[in-house]
């Protein structure tokens, strides 16, 4: 877990130990049935954290196996949560108390626009910090958060194996392991190192059997077992009041209702499991923290990454515009009563009484830009491994929590539903010494593409003039970076027109080029103008897919569907001379029969038809591909 524990809280290691010996002064209700360590130490952990009211119902002899089950769970939460229980509903009444009072954690501090770097690609800077950011890779690892299923986009499975788009079907966790080792590939050759990806995924109770599922039926996805490690995160018990009563199931007494602890716990898992000490030794200088579903932070991080490295920055936000009023946070610089200067998150309920309490005014757009001043925070970032390993020697890897009740009326003591104690992420510089330096890049709003909502959420979001962020929108940026990436290169990809225009669930997207490139194809966007030459002509209803690193493309036209692949390293495509026209993959209206990550989308890619060319080289050697015509109209 992520708390923190209270000056006479126990230590973490201390909370996990169980009794040697059975408590004194039994209860009434206490039965021969639960004369064991561990419903001893569950009675122990409750009755320290003033839970009377939850044994109150039990009677002895009376369901002595469910009343074991319930002493039972709370042993393994006292276990899970630092200073355990007694330190935990310590925590939430001080905080439960703050909340009905109205206390605003933020009162007092004035807000700036912090000092960080526009990096759009449009400037020449973008591919000099990319090519530099290469560099870093093999001395970097990786953070994936991946605790939660994807029910809330009406997908029953892990996030991480829904596919980024319907072409491939590529999913998000191959997609960013694919990236990371052709990454670490090319960095290797060039530096002449060794080293090797490190992964540390988070998974929770819901996630980590299918999580290990995925790795397994993918073979780690080209990665040894011991380069990936899973951190199964716990979880904490759902309040039902202010005096931080714990709930129980609606239809079950005996089980102590539990909730995630928030993605904060990231950092605690990594030190519980020793992966800083692993990575400092072997050399690493950063750590990298990714959501699990945002495809297009594979074409913003090396550049960060360059620009970590340049400025020695101890934590650098990767973030994007945001317009006033939109759900994401927003990177500040915080300053109050002569303290030092912090710069750090603010979550977008607090940003608008910040700054009325400031400033007297609310969050509002640039006119030239129609954004606000204040960096949109996509929870991705970059943190100097020296640094953060000091940090968490001296936390244990815990972050401040918050609570957020949602309360049934003025009165402030009662719930809608039972919350909990949560903790992010984002909220480590806090820890961090006044000297250490904090920043940002900002990159173009259109490579912000999280796929978190259903789509049904995403179209009542479109209406109001916001972002989707749902499995259709976040499927076309990713096929529209990679068209984008190609007109900056010289090629002429047309422009989406009006009759390209498709919804689908109710979303709306403006259509256009299909374009999909694996990570060898182009891994960066300086390492993809070596392999684009002159006279690339592209329709606008036409599907591009590139598979292989090594694979040039000159004086190519097409208006339909061409897929290239280079199946072995050794391959060398060139394509020169080649003209495809043919009717192409089209997008369909998803089956009644099509796996959930289909129908959560309304639609797939047919790719059934003959009506492509697609080219499959898996023997060594220049293949060259030219002066070569295929209608199929």
Not at 6 to 25: L, N, T
Not at 279 to 291: C, E, L, N, P, T
Not at 410 to 419: H, I, N, W
Request: net charge neutral; glycine share 10%.
């Amino acid at each position: 877990m992520g708390g923190c524990e209270s000056k006479d809280g126990a230590s973490p290691s201390a909370s996990r130990a169980a009794p040697a010996v059975q408590p004194e002064g039994r209860p009434g209700w206490w039965s021969p049935g639960l004369e064991d360590p561990e419903c001893a130490a569950g009675l122990i952990a409750l009755e320290g954290a003033g839970q009377q009211a939850l044994l109150a119902s039990f009677a002895k002899g009376k369901d002595v196996k469910k009343q074991k089950r319930l002493l039972r769970q709370a042993a393994a939460l006292e276990k899970s949560y630092p200073g355990g229980l007694k330190v935990y509903v310590a925590n939430a009444k001080k905080l439960l108390e703050d909340s009905a009072k109205g206390v605003n954690p933020l009162d007092g501090c004035k807000p700036s626009v912090p000092e960080g770097m526009v990096l759009y690609r449009s400037g020449d800077q973008y591919d000099q910090y990319c090519a530099k950011g290469l560099l870093e890779v093999p001395y970097c690892c990786f953070v994936i958060v991946a605790g939660g299923l994807g029910e809330r986009l009406g997908f029953d499975g892990i996030k991480l194996s829904l596919p980024c788009e319907t072409i491939t079907m590529t999913c998000f966790l191959n997609l960013y392991i694919g990236y990371i080792k052709e990454w670490t590939a090319l960095a290797n050759e060039a530096l002449k190192t060794p080293m090797a990806p490190q992964i540390a995924m988070m998974t929770s109770d819901d996630t980590h059997d299918k999580t290990v599922a995925l790795l397994k039926e993918n073979d780690y996805f080209g990665l040894g077992p011991k380069q990936i490690t899973l951190m199964k995160q716990g979880k904490v018990p759902a309040l039902k009041n202010g005096d931080a009563d714990f709930a129980t199931l609606p239809d079950d007494p005996y089980t102590i209702l539990t909730k995630p602890h928030g993605h904060g716990d990231a950092h605690q898992l990594l030190y519980q499991h020793g992966l800083i000490k692993e990575w400092s030794a072997m050399g690493k200088r950063h750590v990298v923290f990714m959501q699990d579903t945002h495809s297009l932070v594979v074409f913003k991080l090396l550049a960060a990454l360059g620009v970590s490295a340049e400025k020695g920055y101890a934590m650098n936000s990767i973030t994007v515009p945001r317009k006033p009023g939109e759900e994401s946070g927003s990177i500040c610089t915080l300053q109050k009563d002569g303290a030092a200067a912090l710069t750090i998150n603010v979550e977008y309920n607090q940003l608008n009484p910040l700054l009325q309490s400031a400033f007297g005014r609310s969050d509002e757009a640039d006119p030239a830009t129609g954004y606000s001043p204040y960096p949109g925070n996509v929870n991705c970032f970059i943190l100097k491994l020296e640094e953060y390993a000091t940090v968490l020697t001296e936390t244990k890897g815990c972050v401040p929590e918050f609570v957020n009740p949602k309360y049934a009326d003025a009165t402030r003591t009662t719930f809608k539903s039972p919350t909990r104690l949560e903790c992010m992420m984002q909220d480590i510089p806090r820890f961090f010494p006044a000297s250490a330096l904090i920043g940002y890049v900002l990159f173009e709003r259109s490579m912000y593409c999280p796929v978190k909502n259903a789509c049904n959420t995403g179209a009542a979001k479109q209406a109001k003039g916001q972002q989707a962020s749902c499995a259709v929108d976040g499927e076309h940026l990713w096929y529209a970076n990679a068209a984008s990436l190609l007109r900056e290169c010289g090629a002429d990809v047309a422009a989406p027109g009006t009759g390209d225009e498709e919804t689908w669930m109710g979303v709306t997207i403006p259509g256009g080029a299909r374009v999909v490139f694996s990570p060898s194809f182009c891994p960066s966007r300086h390492m993809l103008r070596e392999k684009i030459g002159k006279n690339i002509k592209i329709s606008s209803r036409s599907v591009l897919v590139i598979e292989g690193r090594d694979v040039q493309l000159n004086d190519l036209t097409l208006d339909g569907t061409l897929v290239i692949q280079a199946q072995v390293p050794e391959a060398k495509v060139v394509v020169d001379g080649l003209t495809v026209t043919n009717a192409g993959w089209r997008k369909v209206c998803a089956g009644a029969d099509d796996p959930a990550a289909i129908k959560i989308r309304g639609y797939k890619t047919d790719t059934s038809t003959d009506d492509a060319m697609v080219l499959t080289f898996d023997t060594a050697g220049v293949h060259e591909v030219r002066d070569t015509k295929k209608s199929q109209l």
